[in-house]
């Protein structure tokens, strides 16, 4: 269709604005009785196939390329999820994509002839042993130390299964906070006022409501925990 035989048309009239179904007009269609809404009638599809097929005015055509041709302002924004859980005092974090499962705490079995804080020893995963560490004890976390918030519920103790490449470890956690969502932009660096093993084990601060949470280097954090087999 020619651009001057659209003009050459009448104006697209709305009468499914005025006596239609979306109007307040006392009078009503006729045509509503049959097709029970404007939807139906040809009148309202043919008014749509005129507006889809009218052609694009030169100004338009204009503020459309320069918009398109124009890079993007801003680039795009990478989001993230990351796991939130408290061990003792301190909320921490890791990549979500490593957690495998929790599960309600179960009894850890002790080790023989191993005496140190990290290995806890071994607890069953659906009928699997799997290592148990201490993720407090490898960053020096005092398990007593009170929560950094006050809230009505506290999740109770779990055991968090946690996977990375071909290595599987397991260690208790005083809450779950769940998966938090973040911009690539929102993780913060660590104060400087922060050293030994917090600094040492972590990439930076994530602030999450109103409690700072340290997200977890999980290379160094795995390799740790290997070191004590």
């Not at 196939?49 to 890079?71: G, K």
Request: proline residues 5%.
């Amino acid at each position: 269709m020619s651009k001057q035989s659209v003009s050459q048309e009448k104006p697209i009239g709305d009468c499914w604005n005025r006596i239609g179904v979306w109007g307040d007009s006392r009078e009503r269609c006729p045509k509503l009785a049959e097709t029970g809404h404007c939807r139906n009638c040809h009148v309202y599809s043919y008014a749509g196939r005129r507006l889809l097929e009218r052609p694009i005015e030169d100004v338009d055509r204009e503020e459309w390329t320069v918009t398109f041709a124009s890079p993007p302002d801003k680039k795009e924004t990478t989001i993230h999820s990351a796991f939130i859980f408290r061990a003792g005092g301190e909320w921490l974090g890791l990549p979500a994509r490593l957690i495998q499962e929790v599960v309600d705490m179960g009894k850890i079995h002790s080790l023989p002839h191993r005496d140190n804080t990290v290995l806890r020893g071994l607890v069953n995963i659906r009928g699997k042993l799997e290592i148990c560490f201490s993720i407090g004890a490898v960053l020096g976390i005092d398990r007593f130390e009170k929560p950094v918030i006050k809230k009505r519920y506290i999740s109770p103790e779990r055991l968090v299964v946690v996977a990375s490449k071909d290595q599987r470890i397991v260690f208790p956690v005083s809450e779950v906070f769940g998966t938090y969502r973040y911009a690539e932009g929102m993780l913060q660096q660590l104060p400087i006022t922060v050293s030994g093993s917090k600094a040492a084990f972590s990439k930076g601060i994530l602030c999450v409501n109103d409690f700072e949470v340290g997200f977890l280097n999980e290379k160094i954090l795995f390799d740790t925990m290997m070191r004590h087999l």
